[in-house]
């Protein structure tokens, strides 16, 4: 198992990204 493989970096820098957007989103729209 690869821990610096390309691949499996863009995910994470993908999932941060998506957390970073939606987590603020989130917790507005929660209430």
């Known amino acids: ?3 610096y493989s390309p691949t499996f ?3 994470h820098v993908l ?3 998506f957390l970073l ?3 603020p989103y989130w917790f ?4």
Not at 28 to 31: C, G, L, S, Y
């Open 28 to 31: 507005v729209t929660k209430d």
């Open 1 to 3: 198992m690869e821990m």
């Open 9 to 11: 970096n863009f995910a």
């Open 15 to 17: 999932a941060i990204m």
């Open 21 to 23: 957007v939606h987590l």
